[in-house]
Structure formats: C-alpha cells, structure tokens
C-alpha cells in the first residue's frame, strides 16, 4: 500500500492506495457528450508510463530511431517531452487539495485539463494534480509525477489474486450498458450502448490481431468474439492465402491448436497469460475475455411488431442491446498500433496509411 504526498510540504494528498495495472481505456475519449464513469476502483491507483503534458515536438522534427527507442514504430502526430508517470487515482480517493474550477481546459461540460493541474495542494498552494471529468472522458485524477512523491503505507495491501480465482469470482465486463447524457439521470430512457470498455479492447486486441496475421486472413470464434474482429480483419486482410484460425486461450478453459490466441491480461499485475505452447498471443482486458469465455449464450432479441406484441404481454422484456454493430475505438487502435515493432515492417508500412488515417479507416 502506498499514499502520495505533495512534494513541496509533504502533506498527504491520497488515502492508501494499491497498484493495479493502468487501463488500457485509461485515455479515451467515448462517444458525444455521454457522462462516463470513475476511471480508477477505489482504493488503487495505476502510473502511466509514458510521457505526457507539454512540451510537444511533430513527427517531422523527430528522429525515428529516437522515436523507436522510446517505443513508437510509425508516424503519429506529435509525441509528447512532458514528464513520465502520471498517477491515475479515482477523484473520491484525493484528500487536502483545492480544485481550480476556471482551468477547465477546453472542456464543454467539466474538466478537461487540457490547460495543465487544476488542483493544488491545500496546504503549500503547489499544483499537484489535474482532475478530468469532461463528457466522453473518463473521470480520473492524474497526479504530477513531479509535484507528488509515493511513500510506502502502513500493512502490504492484498496479494494479486490468482487466475484461478480471478476466472471463479469474476462476472467479467457486459458488453451493453445504459450510457446518460451530460447532466441526465438514468433511467428507462438512457441509451443503450456497447461498452466503452468493450469498444477499447476490441482496438486494443485488433491491433495486436492483425500484426499476429502477418498478412494473411484470420478467422476468429463466432458469436461476440466474431461480432469484435470479424468484419475489421475482412476489411483489413486480403482474400486468398488459407487463413489462419484464432482462439480463445486462458485459465479454466480447454486446450486448442489455434495459432492465434486470445488470451486474458491480469488486470492487477498487467501480466499476459502465457500458454505452455508457443503461439501468437493477442492481449484481452480481463474482463472481457471473461465474458466471452464464459458467458452464457444470449436470450434471444425479439422483433415486435402490432401482431405479436399480445404474444409477449406477459413476458420479461427483451433485454436491451445496441442498435449498431461493435465499432472497435480507433484511437486506442491507433495508438496500440504505432507501439508494436511490427508496425515498422515492410508489409505493415504499404497498409498503414489506411490504418492511421481516420477519414480513410472506413469500417469505423
């Protein structure tokens, strides 16, 4: 266990925290003016390691083998020279600051943070932290990995639950969920959506799905796994060469001879679960992965028309589920992309203008 202290005056600014993985849809940015929830559980809290915040330098005025040993492989628009280590922490887990209301950065309807820490320290006026809570972002603290300091805290924290019992008391991610707008209350008339958690794995894992391919086709499991990939990996892969078969892989699930596998991250550890054979391994948020391992098959969604609305009168509703089909999130697509070593190959290079240019990626 941990908890952050200002590193002007040393007042304690978290409660104790323990350290989990950063969620890969720690970044997002999901829908329009949709009101997304805390980013972080409470009690832990996860380090980004990259750099982030200013100052900024263009592709162009980049070396690449500068940018390759910092783990970009193709071009993006700019990378960021601001510090490294940005702490995640869910708002309700941040004591003794002050919120700086009017730098909203940008933002329409909260906090943005785009104009740099919006809360100071309560006791030494030190800004310390950016608090985001806009539409369409997930809401988190980001503490300044140069403004605090981690000190240990007082008992270990929990020990890193085992896959075991990860794949027995977990009900993994739902795929659907009611989505509000900015200011709205749930209720019957909330929007019906595929999860934003969902939406990021499936760009997350296409990512790593199509360097697994190395140009060939891939066919994936059907049912939601196919409802993820499927349609992208058609759009993506060119037609011909015998397509190589993906699988799901993990704890408590039989063995198989795919050679992809789509296998689960630990979300506390970030580890990825490793088979005993080789193979081409594709990361899945756990919770995800859990729900399409272990998912019952869904109850049917009726049609309901004047003639046979009487016929279900005394029945339970059908369960909601979205209108459109699973687009997966290209930005966390691209950015998983550009930081693969693949993406730096031959065959990648003559395909990845149309992988990074959202006005051309058109399965989206």
Sequence with gaps: MYVFVCAGCGRELTVPLSQVALPIHAHQSFGNGL????????????????????????WEEVDPDEAAARGIHAPVRSLSYGPAGAVAVAPGDVRGTVLTPD??????????????????????????????????????????PAAVHRLPSDGDGPEPPSWEHLVTHSAGTPPYEPLVRWGARPGPHCQWSWS????????????????????????????????????????????GPPPLRAGLAGPGLPGT????????????????????????????????????????????????????????????????????????????FRHTLVRLPAAGSPWMREILPELTDPARFRFL
């Design 35 to 58: 009101q997304l929830p805390v980013l972080m559980e409470p009690g832990t809290f996860a380090v980004d390691p990259e750099p982030s915040g200013p100052p900024y330098r263009r």
């Design 103 to 144: 730098r909203r950065g940008g933002a329409c309807c909260g906090l943005a943070g785009g104009d740099g820490p919006n809360m100071t320290c309560g006791a030494c006026g030190l800004p310390v932290a950016t608090r985001i809570d806009d539409c369409s972002l997930w809401q988190a603290v980001w503490l300044d």
């Design 196 to 239: 934003p958690r969902w939406a990021a794995a499936a760009g997350h894992a296409l990512a790593h799905l199509l360097v697994a391919s190395r140009g060939r086709p891939v066919t994936v499991p059907p049912g939601p796994a196919g409802q993820m990939f499927q349609g992208a990996l058609g759009k993506l892969l060119p037609a």
């Design 257 to 332: 001879d795919a050679a992809v596998l789509l296998v689960p991250v630990h979300p506390h550890t970030g580890l990825t679960w490793a088979p005993s054979r080789p193979a081409r391994l594709v990361p899945l948020p756990f919770g995800v992965w859990h729900r399409l391992a272990f998912a019952p098959p869904e109850p049917a969604h009726h049609r309901i028309g004047p003639r046979t609305r009487h016929l279900l009168a005394d029945e339970d509703p059908p369960p909601p589920r979205p209108d459109r089909p699973l687009w997966p999130d290209w930005h966390v």
